[in-house]
């Protein structure tokens, strides 16, 4: 069975994700900002978001913050996925 770490590393190698940066630790995770409709389509929200092996940033907490291609996160929460080796954190752009 691959591993999480793997997967991340083969996309990476791939050019899908984006560096991240955290307490000066450099990591590559999986960047999301798709746009929603709100308010019957008056406005657009951006749910930010990365998916992230455990492993790589374990000490990332919700109000941390960090930075992606150049802009500052704060993190607002972060829920494990499948077996708890991968996480996905919810970020507010500042």
Aim: charged share 25%.
């Amino acid at each position: 069975m691959l591993s999480v770490e793997f997967l991340y590393a083969a996309a990476a190698n791939a050019g899908m994700l984006k560096k991240a940066v955290f307490d000066s630790t450099e990591v590559m995770v999986d960047f999301r900002a798709p746009d929603e409709d709100v308010l019957s389509g008056l406005g657009v929200s951006r749910d930010y978001a990365i998916r992230y092996p455990l492993t790589w940033l374990p000490c990332l907490a919700a109000g941390n913050t960090l930075e992606i291609s150049g802009q500052s996160y704060r993190v607002r929460e972060i829920t494990a996925i499948g077996d708890g080796s991968e996480r996905r954190a919810s970020l507010s752009k500042l």
